[in-house]
């Protein structure tokens, strides 16, 4: 049974860092892109970055470009997105996806709050 | 970036009703189209992949059909687990993979 757990959330002040994890289990974690997916409750999911399953290739959203950094320890099957320079609307439940072929996301965590305030 | 537009942003609907949620791309994407449903609390789950590719496990009052710039979402009787909201996602250009604003499938 595929599983992904996230975790690594919390609050954290405008300009703070903080570094997201997902576990995989289940599936060759090395054999599939992965991602990480952001939502502000009651709004639509935003996609923030994918990474490649060799780590090799790594895509962002222009919203988190230069800030985000995606990246993945395939012997510990763990994704992680570590976040600098945070801002208010970087705010949102952060999900990460496992990638299946086509581009659509097939397995999700159950998603880890982000809150950047003051 | 690709533009999803979703409608409606909400219907009411009894049990046993026939749903029909529409989704927009502002270009063509083919058949590379995903739709999603999240319930209240709880991580998204895909449905329908390639636009008309019903997921495993995924009861078959759900179906999909389109391709090109409209697509449709299709729940045939409505049961009461299928209260949620729907989004859908376009997988043609990448990056970004980009969704609608989702459809809330309400008790009437």
């Known amino acids: 049974e595929v599983q992904l757990l996230d975790s690594g959330g919390g609050l954290v002040q405008p300009g703070g860092s903080l570094r997201l994890s997902c576990d995989a289990s289940?599936?060759?974690?090395?054999?599939?892109?992965m991602s990480w997916v952001r939502q502000v409750p009651g709004k639509r999911l935003e996609w923030v970055s994918t990474?490649?399953?060799?780590?090799?290739?790594?895509h962002y959203a222009d919203s988190v470009k230069g800030r985000f950094t995606i990246s993945r320890d395939n012997s510990k099957k763990t994704l992680f997105l570590q976040m600098s320079s945070l801002r208010v609307e970087d705010t949102a439940v952060y999900y990460c996806?496992?990638?299946?072929?086509?581009?659509?996301?097939?397995?999700w965590g159950q998603g880890t709050l982000v809150t950047v305030s003051s | 970036d690709i533009q999803m537009t979703q409608s409606p942003s909400s219907v009411s609907a009894f049990v046993g009703d026939r749903v029909t949620i529409t989704c927009r791309a502002s270009?063509?994407?083919?058949?590379?189209l995903a739709w999603y449903q999240q319930k209240p609390g709880k991580a998204p789950k895909l449905l329908i992949s390639?636009?008309?590719n019903l997921q495993s496990g995924v009861p078959s009052r759900f179906s999909g059909s389109g391709s090109g710039t409209e697509f449709t979402l299709t729940i045939s009787s409505l049961q009461p687990e299928d209260f949620a909201t729907y989004y859908c996602?376009?997988?043609?250009?990448?990056?970004?993979?980009?969704f609608g604003q989702g459809t809330k499938v309400e008790i009437k």
């Open positions: 996806a496992k990638v299946a072929p086509g581009g659509v996301s097939d397995y």
């Open positions: 289940g599936f060759t974690f090395s054999g599939y892109g």
């Open positions: 990474i490649s399953g060799r780590g090799d290739t790594t």
């Open positions: 270009q063509g994407i083919g058949s590379w």
């Open positions: 390639a636009a008309s």
């Open positions: 996602q376009q997988a043609n250009t990448f990056p970004p993979w980009t």
